[in-house]
């Protein structure tokens, strides 16, 4: 599992740089409207899964969803 401290919700990208979100708690996200709507219904301290591509790969990570 992975915790996420945060993510830029210009770029869609996880922590490490090249790293791209493609789904948020099961919700494909196409677009920069996808990944908010996704994110918005998660609340502090819930588990998430994060469907990433990462280099050559997609990988899943569980996630815990901090405050901002």
Do not use: C, W
Request: cysteine-free.
């Amino acid at each position: 599992a992975g915790v996420l401290d945060m993510v830029n919700p210009r770029t869609n990208r996880v922590e490490r740089v090249g790293d791209v979100i493609l789904a948020v708690g099961g919700e494909p996200t196409d677009s920069h409207e996808d990944y908010e709507a996704a994110v918005r219904k998660l609340k502090p301290g819930q588990e998430a899964k994060l469907r990433i591509f990462r280099k050559d790969a997609e990988l899943e990570l569980t996630v815990t969803v901090g405050g901002v």
